[in-house]
């Protein structure tokens, strides 16, 4: 059965995209602990981040460092977090927090996002990134 992020990718249920290519997407997250949490996840469903194959593993890096600069630009933060917690879902995913403090990084203070805030956030985003 496919996991929630393929049917995501697959276009099979929403998703508020920021990042598409062959082997990877980075989406908002329903959740989000701060505005512009996203989720930079491959195409390949892989269970554990430390099955990934290693070409696939660096350009999932390559595209957190390019969407952690747009989130730098667009949010102003001091930093951004990238986590892999991968609990919830059993296909690896990074998540991407902006940063001023490390109460920003837990994950306790998530709470569901309205679609209309989502859309926003990732128009903000893709904005960042076309600069």
């Known amino acids: 059965m496919a996991s929630i992020f393929s049917r995501i990718i697959a ?3 929403p ?4 990042w598409e290519d062959e082997q990877a997407v980075a989406i908002m997250t329903i959740q989000p602990v701060r505005p ?3 989720l930079v996840i491959p195409k390949q469903e892989v269970d554990h981040w430390d099955d990934l194959p290693e070409a696939l593993s660096a350009h999932l890096m390559t ?3 390019k969407l952690a600069k747009a989130l730098k630009t667009v949010y102003q933060c001091q930093r951004v977090s990238l986590q892999v917690v991968g609990l919830e879902v059993p296909h690896v995913h990074f998540h991407l ?4 403090s490390m109460s920003d990084a837990d994950f306790s203070r998530a709470s569901n996002a309205d679609g209309d805030a989502l859309a926003t956030e990732a128009e903000k ?3 960042a990134l076309t600069r």
């Open 97 to 100: 927090v902006p940063l001023d």
């Open 36 to 38: 512009g949490h996203l």
């Open 63 to 65: 595209v957190s460092q």
């Open 125 to 127: 985003i893709r904005q």
């Open 11 to 13: 276009k099979e249920l």
């Open 15 to 18: 998703g508020h995209f920021v």
